[in-house]
């Protein structure tokens, strides 16, 4: 079988990433250069900065991933790229930078939706999976539920009507003092937490479709956690599991829902949420009982990485779909 190798790179917000993939499955490098220490400082991702650090990283860390992936630029096939959706001036630098490589090279470029490299990151750890599928994404700017007839089809059910479920983890974990990434700080404080201590609603959990909503958790969430504080009750690991708990029950029975109307035995997690380990468990628990198999990405590829831009970029590469060198890089992207 002809062995097609795509670089993969990925700058869409604070992560600068680079992957050389074979035929869409066998990862030869995977290289992720994380911002994350810079942008704590500030509590969350400082566009302008992220922006600044990837110009400064993406020729070393391209270079990391051929080196690694034991390659020169001449063998690949292809250069895959993030060009939406992400924060602008980030996107820019990889779009700019594999536009680069594109045309010096003489190879095709491919632009690559962000949102279907999350999801193809499950294709990556598990592909055995069996279509057709129920697919929930959720990350720090999407919480969506997509019904997939396959690996590159996929119709919206549903996505949420203001904040993302990683947004509404950042905004709790910041005025709950607990730093950025807010998921895997709450998700930690939570460990400790005692189960049913306190109350939140589940909010949209009856809403008659596949839309969420999480702006109204946080709002109860930030009320009573005031609340408490004001009585000298506030007690961060039950506040953060049970905030944990409310997203996670919303999204478990959704999706579910979901699976149940259309009929799939398979459910897909993606994005950085995935990574929560109490969103795995919970779904996993309450798919089994209705005979549904669940799948994730392991961590590394819950979170934003380009071993899963090269993956999409295979299936663009199949089926001839190339990009001119006069894309440009979009902020917002559906799927
Ligand atoms: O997919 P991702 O890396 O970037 C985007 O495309 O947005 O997702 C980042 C989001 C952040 O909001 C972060 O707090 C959340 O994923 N996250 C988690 C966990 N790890 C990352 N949320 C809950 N639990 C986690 N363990
Ligand atoms: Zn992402």
Redesign the pocket.
Same mark, same amino acid.
Do not use: R
């Given at each position: 079988m002809e062995e097609i190798k795509i670089l993969g790179i990925e700058s869409?917000?604070d992560e600068t990433a680079a992957a050389v993939v074979v035929n869409g499955q066998r990862i030869l490098s995977d290289i992720v250069n994380t911002q994350v220490p810079i942008h704590q400082q500030f509590g969350g991702v400082v566009p302008e900065i992220a922006s600044r650090k990837h110009i400064e990283n993406i020729a070393q860390v391209t270079s990391a991933a051929l080196k690694a992936a034991g390659l020169s630029f001449t063998e690949l096939d292809a250069i895959a790229v993030t060009n939406r959706p992400g924060l602008i001036g980030a996107l820019l630098v990889g779009v700019s930078f594999a536009k680069a490589l594109a045309y010096s090279l003489q190879k095709p470029l491919i632009a690559v939706n962000?949102l279907h490299g999350?999801i193809y990151a499950n294709m990556l750890d598990h592909p055995e999976i069996e279509y057709p599928a129920v697919c929930l994404v959720v990350? =720090? *700017?999407?919480t969506s539920l997509l019904y997939m007839k396959d690996v590159t089809e996929y119709q919206l059910l549903g996505e949420t009507i203001d904040d993302a479920a990683?947004?509404a983890?950042?905004k709790v974990a910041r005025f709950m003092g607990l730093g950025y990434?807010?998921?895997?700080k709450?998700?930690k404080a939570a460990e400790n937490g005692k189960a049913g201590a306190l109350q939140l609603p589940r909010v949209y959990l009856n809403s008659g479709n596949y839309d969420f909503s999480f702006s109204g958790l946080k709002t109860a969430t930030m009320n009573l956690w005031r609340k408490t504080e004001q009585t000298g009750t506030a007690h961060v690991a039950d506040m953060a599991l049970e905030f944990q708990t409310a997203l996670v029950d919303v999204l478990v029975e959704k999706t579910l829902q979901a699976a149940a109307e259309y009929q799939v035995k398979t459910v897909l997690l993606a =994005? *950085?949420?995935a990574?929560?380990?109490a969103?795995r468990a919970t779904m996993t628990e309450r798919a089994k009982v209705r005979n549904i198999a669940v799948y994730f990405p392991s961590f590394h590829l819950?979170?934003?990485n380009a071993a899963m831009i090269a993956g999409v970029g295979y299936h663009h590469f199949l089926q001839g779909d190339f990009a001119g060198l006069d894309i440009n890089a979009q902020s917002q992207a559906a799927f």
């Open positions: 869409s917000c962000h999350h990350s =720090g *700017g999407h990683g947004e983890f950042d990434p807010g998921g895997p709450v998700q =994005g *950085g949420v990574a929560n380990t969103l819950c979170t934003d």
